[in-house]
């Protein structure tokens, strides 16, 4: 079955560090998504993509982050100059919106560590 | 207020027993999404309902429009059940945007 794949599954950095998170998303699907989970609280959502551009950013997706497609089959999330409460579990989503379903597939998450 | 509410927060239950999670909601949705996360972190999609119930195995999902309100029910628990279940909901006309609610952290004893 296809499945959201990301990469790595844990990444530790410094503070003031650029890190890439990278996604693969199913390979049919159109609309992509990264989420944010700071360890016990919910998670929350941070930017959508559609046709090569951002379709909504949260608050959140402030001017360090910014995403990529830079290929047919990955989708980035870029954190320029990370801080310590960037320190989360981040998810990678795509969906499809075919027959009017917008159901959307997880990636596995990779936990970002700054210390 | 949160848009989702979950209970409870937290449960715990004897291996065997009918556990029940509760989601209420106060936006218009599309669909609702429940989801299973383990304490890897990992999240795994379980059902996406639009109405009435959906049974997976062990695992029944509802959901009342009118009520605005979902649940989720596992029969015959077991320890392998042990993880966080979210409640998510995407809103009616923005069917990209996804609502979480907090999870219910689940544990089952032996």
């Known amino acids: 079955e296809p499945e959201v794949t990301q990469t790595p599954s844990h990444q530790v950095t410094q503070m003031g560090q650029e890190v890439i998170l990278r996604c693969v998303p199913i390979?049919?699907?159109?609309?992509f998504y990264w989420y944010r989970q700071i360890l016990g609280q919910k998670v929350e959502f941070l930017v959508s993509?559609?046709?090569?551009?951002?379709?909504?950013k949260s608050e959140i997706f402030d001017d360090q982050f910014s995403v990529e497609r830079p290929d047919g089959s990955n989708f980035t999330l870029k954190i320029r100059s990370t801080k310590l409460e960037d320190s989360a579990m981040y998810f990678c989503?795509?969906?499809?919106?075919?027959?009017?379903?917008?159901?959307?597939?997880f990636g596995p998450g990779t936990r970002l560590t700054v210390t | 207020k949160n848009e989702v509410e979950q209970s409870p927060q937290n449960l715990t239950a004897q291996e065997g027993e009918f556990i029940t999670i509760n989601c209420s909601y106060s936006?218009?949705?599309?669909?609702l999404h429940w989801l299973q996360q383990h304490p890897g972190g990992g999240i795994v999609s379980l059902f996406m309902?639009?109405?009435g119930k959906k049974k997976h195995g062990r695992l029944i999902a509802t959901i009342n429009i009118q009520e605005k309100h979902s649940s989720l029910h596992i029969t015959a628990s077991h320890p392998r059940d042990s993880a966080v279940y979210i409640c998510?909901?995407?809103?009616?006309?923005?069917?990209?945007?996804?609502?979480f609610g907090k999870g219910t952290r689940l544990h089952i004893l032996p």
């Open positions: 390979s049919n699907h159109l609309y």
């Open positions: 989503a795509s969906s499809d919106a075919s027959g009017g379903s917008y159901e959307q597939y």
């Open positions: 309902l639009s109405s």
């Open positions: 998510a909901v995407y809103l009616i006309g923005r069917d990209d945007k996804i609502i």
């Open positions: 993509f559609y046709n090569n551009e951002i379709s909504e």
């Open positions: 936006v218009g949705i599309s669909a």
